[in-house]
């Protein structure tokens, strides 16, 4: 899908495994955030919500998969953050590392209660160590939208621990009191998608980019 980054072979060498991508020429959404911060720019309304539209593709593409006999691959991402979307200089947003996701639904099962992913993105069930699906990468999804738009980290503690606590808690401020260019219809999609309970946000990221 030309919203994921193609991984073209898997091998070993001197003993280590690597992993053979395409070349993305451009830069990870984290870099290009920072650059704006330097710069004193925001980050512009339209162009964030093109950002989420075209990762909840590659993401609807990746959560639909099935294999030959039609049974769902059931693929969550569970890594999704900023240094894992890249942009190429046309424009064009590519979500890399499905590695997470990949090795688990092939080799092992996650015991509970360990966390994967990076923390300031994980969902409220990650954080709380329970079972995860593919409505974990629609709340990463929201909080990288969340942080476009105001310009401010939503879940970031002193530390790692406070960190996951902020995101147990899930206290969602406002994004129109930081930006008010942000319309209340977008608002409103944005906190679906961060919704606390899984069952209370989009269900699909396919349904979370037709409303961006």
Known sequence: HSNCVQ??????????????MEFVDGANLKAIIEYLKKQGKEFPVPMAVYI???????LAYAHELRDPQGRDLHIVHRDMSPP??????????KIVDFGLAKA???????????????????????ALGQE???RADIFAVGIILWELLTGQRLFLGESDFQTVK???????????????????????????SLAKEPAQRYNTARDFGKDL
């Open 52 to 58: 989420a539209l075209e990762i909840c593709k590659g």
């Open 84 to 93: 894992n979307v890249l942009i190429t200089k046309f424009g064009e947003v």
């Open 166 to 192: 902020k995101v147990q808690q899930s206290v969602i401020p406002s994004v129109r009191q930081y930006n008010s260019r942000v319309s209340a219809e977008l608002e409103s999609l944005v906190m679906r």
């Open 7 to 20: 991984v073209f072979d898997i091998g070993v060498g001197d003993a280590a495994y690597f992993i053979v």
């Open 104 to 126: 688990n639904s092939q080799l092992e099962k996650s015991e509970p209660g360990i966390i994967k992913g990076k923390f300031s993105y994980l969902s409220p069930e990650a």
């Open 132 to 134: 995860v699906d593919h």
